[in-house]
């Protein structure tokens, strides 16, 4: 069936051999019939050993899990039928079996050690979507150690010839069923072979569906009793299996239609905020018809000092605490833990929540927003009213899609490190804050319009060993993580640095200019897993935020903790520009839920709730933002004019 066309090594190649069926050629209906069966076996065995090895990378220590047994996934009779599905399909287009499963290690090996590694510096397991990384490989050489890749480059040639040593061992004893076939036969073989490969194709088309409604996949697997734990990648691949977890992550459609969907109801709600923004706006007389703004993603940036069971020396980003207690300022709600800038991204300049799309989809800038040409954004708002809007990013522009994502938004420039005219380092991996910041302020200085500037940085991101003389090392840490932990202390010092001479310089300028600064998440290869459960989800999903202006002081004031969907209708409160419809619906959910993320709220009181125990009030609003969001996102955009409008 498989097409094993293998020549024993000690049989000698005769003329007669090329002959059909002629007699030197000859093989026992009984030898072939062992043969299919063993190759089926071998097959059916090497899906076992796929699934145990891609079970095994989900967890911290993978040798210890095998060894331990301690891999218990409830679908692992369905994990092996899918991958002895895809073993099939190998072997049915290679034709020789101890090749097809070289091919199958290699695989296994590599989606295995990008899986250790991912998780240890991301704290997210592979999902299909990343497979965008592997047209971006100096993006992998820059972010994994060099050593890693070699030594992972070794140990993947090593597996690759241990695999065909052995089934070259294994096609002595059964050198092949193709061996002594007729002419008739072999084409039978060749049709067989054909059929395999429509078959299995066919099988795993319908696995690429798995998240679709009545999907014969998802419902076997389903069947085992296993729970999608979708709040936490991590474990629900732990849980559940690495395969189920991959599967689970298939395409899926962004929301599910919100029951009611219609130009009416959509309308309605319009119409209600439209009605709040005009309350809200009464008596606001300024403007940002000539302001600058700046926003600034700033990477890896936290305040350790909010750990209770990490200490550092000193409080790396002195001038940084001090200015949030002197203007608009709080903690964020990071949606990820050690990854994430884009969603964060995304998050602030729609105002949609990853909270309200199904959990599959990972990365909207992959995902999403690259299936249209535009896409409702606050770049829009801006541009529409006389800005420039302008990204700079200090590292390869081919990351997360963002120049495909940045021209739906509508952005009329994309800077990188290649347009970049300052590209200093300071002893770091990446070009600097102190750099981004002043090619920042030479684009301010060299528009006369004003600009919305989206600045995303590079200089705390990983990997961070062996850059900086001067660390701050900290105790409650393992050496391992406590030599990176100081390293990356120093980097965020130098930001905290970088940061108020840039505000300084700001004041300087004639031009007005409001600065939104944050970090977008905590680093997982700092801080190992197990931090989590020391200092709780909350802690470690929290990073500082500040608004800030040039022409006054911005009163501070004590906010729960806040998504940052909620950063520009802030600035435009803290200020007192009048704000849009859209806006006001978000100064609603802000009052009742300012922040989400799976499975979870803070509410008013900044207490950490389940959606289903939010006040009334909560859920009301919550059911207008989610309407609106699907409208805005994959629905028919009825909302999406009125809603982005200037409200009287």
């Not at 062996?466 to 120093?490: E, H, T, V, W």
Request: glycine residues 6%.
């Amino acid at each position: 069936m498989l097409g094993l066309r293998t020549r024993a090594a000690d049989e000698p190649a005769t003329q007669d051999e090329d002959t059909p069926g002629s007699p030197s050629r000859s093989t026992s209906p009984a030898r072939q019939i062992l043969t299919v069966v063993v190759a089926v076996a071998l097959t059916a065995l090497w899906a076992l050993l796929v699934v145990l090895v891609l079970d095994a990378s989900n967890h911290p220590a993978p040798l210890a899990a095998l060894r331990n047994r301690s891999l218990q996934n409830p679908a692992t009779l369905q994990s092996v039928i899918m991958v002895w599905v895809a073993v099939l399909l190998v072997v049915a287009l290679i034709g020789r079996l101890w090749v097809s499963l070289g091919v199958v290690t290699a695989l296994t090996a590599f989606i295995g050690a990008v899986n250790v590694t991912k998780l240890d510096l991301r704290n997210d397991p592979v999902f299909p979507s990343d497979v965008v990384y592997l047209r971006q490989p100096s993006f992998l050489f820059d972010m994994v150690p060099k050593s890693q890749l070699v030594l992972g480059a070794l140990g993947l040639v090593a597996l690759v010839g241990l695999a065909a040593l052995f089934g070259w061992l294994v096609a002595k004893v059964f050198p092949g069923f193709g061996k002594g076939l007729s002419g008739r036969g072999l084409m039978v073989l060749r049709i067989t072979r054909v059929l395999v490969v429509l078959l299995c194709v066919g099988l795993l088309h319908m696995a690429s569906n798995f998240n679709e409604p009545g999907n014969t996949w998802r419902s076997a697997f389903d069947s085992t009793g296993l729970r999608w734990r979708y709040w936490d990648q991590r474990i629900n691949y732990q849980r559940n299996g690495f395969v189920p977890g991959l599967l689970f992550n298939m395409h899926v459609t962004a929301m599910a239609e919100p029951a009611g969907y219609s130009r009416k109801a959509v309308g309605e709600i319009a119409a209600r905020y439209r009605a709040q923004a005009e309350q809200l706006n009464a008596g606001r007389t300024a403007t940002l018809d000539r302001t600058n703004v700046v926003i600034v993603l700033s990477e890896s940036f936290t305040d350790p000092s909010w750990l209770k069971t990490v200490k550092f020396p000193k409080n790396p980003i002195p001038r940084t605490t001090a200015l949030m207690d002197r203007t608009v300022s709080g903690r964020m709600l990071a949606p990820g833990f050690g990854g994430g800038t884009a969603n964060v991204e995304f998050e602030l300049l729609t105002g949609q929540s990853l909270s309200q799309f199904k959990p599959q989809l990972a990365t909207p800038y992959e995902q999403l927003v690259p299936r249209f040409d535009k896409y409702p954004s606050a770049v829009e708002w801006f541009t529409e009213r006389g800005h420039t809007a302008i990204a700079v990013h200090p590292f390869s522009p081919r990351m997360y899609k963002r120049p495909d994502v940045y021209q739906s938004f509508g952005f009329k420039d994309f800077i990188t490190k290649d347009q970049m005219t300052e590209k200093g380092r300071g002893g770091g991996r990446f070009i600097d804050d102190k750099s981004l910041f002043k090619e920042s302020l030479n684009l301010i200085q060299d528009h006369d319009e004003p600009l919305l500037l989206h600045l995303i940085s590079m200089q705390n991101h990983m990997p961070y060993g062996g850059q900086y003389d001067d660390p701050i090392n900290p105790s409650g840490l393992p050496p391992k993580y406590a030599a990176l932990a100081g390293q990356y202390a120093r980097g965020l010092s130098r930001t905290d640095e970088a940061l108020a001479n840039f505000l300084t310089d700001l004041k300087k300028e004639p031009e007005p200019t409001a600065v939104i600064f944050y970090g977008d998440h905590l680093p997982a290869q700092v801080y190992p897993q197990e931090l989590q459960k020391r200092e709780g989800h909350l802690t470690s999903h929290q990073t500082p935020f500040l608004i800030w202006s040039n022409q006054k002081a911005l009163p501070h004031t004590d906010l729960p903790t806040t998504s940052p969907t909620q950063f520009l209708p802030k600035l435009f409160n803290a200020l007192q520009v009048p704000i849009p419809p859209y806006y006001a619906l978000l100064d609603a959910l802000d009052k009742q839920v300012p922040a989400m993320d799976g499975g979870f709220a803070i509410n008013a009181q900044n207490q950490q709730v389940k959606p289903k125990d939010l006040s009334p009030e909560a859920k009301e609003v919550l059911a207008d933002y989610r309407m609106i969001q699907y409208d805005l996102s994959i629905g028919e955009r009825y909302s999406e004019q009125e809603l982005f409008a200037d409200a009287r």
